[in-house]
């Protein structure tokens, strides 16, 4: 009977889980504005948030005080990293996150990064900012969230998917 509810669960948190989830997290190395490098590796044994996003987005602007609210929360038990890419650079990136008193790297990628986490293509161009992806400490992506999933994208929503991954 365990064994059953076990794989209903299971089941359940399949269907459950963003378009790009339950694969292995695409590995990269990006820099910071201080030319920094910073790997998903370097997080292992940690929930890692990855959040890619433009600073001219408004939605990118609320989820990034969201995120300040999750770092304060959970401290040294996840670790965040968020991604630009153009238009942006390091400039944009270093002015925003002054403004949102952002504590975690900001990191620039020239589109590689994004290709191989949104999976896009000439055939699938499309990109919607912000995107989240929540990482296990084994380097899963877990689930994932567009900024149009407003209810995932809060306090409560992440809170509850990032406790789920820490157990």
Not at 55 to 76: H, R
Not at 129 to 143: Q, V
């Amino acid at each position: 009977m365990k064994t059953i509810a076990l794989l209903a669960l299971t089941t359940l948190a399949l269907f459950a889980a963003g378009d790009y989830s339950n694969r292995r997290a695409p590995g990269f190395s990006l820099a910071d504005s201080h030319y920094q490098q910073h790997d998903p590796q370097d997080y292992r044994g940690k929930v890692l948030v990855l959040d890619v996003m433009l600073t001219t987005c408004p939605v990118c602007t609320k989820l990034a005080d969201t995120l300040v609210a999750v770092q304060k929360k959970y401290g040294e038990r996840i670790g965040i990293l968020s991604i630009l890419t153009l238009p942006d650079n390091f400039q944009t990136g270093d002015k925003f996150a002054a403004e949102h008193k952002i504590q975690w790297p900001i990191l620039f990628d020239s589109g590689q990064v994004l290709m191989s986490y949104l999976k896009v293509t000439p055939v699938a161009p499309q990109v919607h900012f912000p995107h989240l992806f929540l990482i296990d400490k084994e380097g899963t992506i877990r689930n994932d969230f567009e900024g149009t999933d407003e209810q995932n994208l809060t306090l409560e929503g992440l809170s509850k998917e990032i406790d789920r991954l820490l157990k």
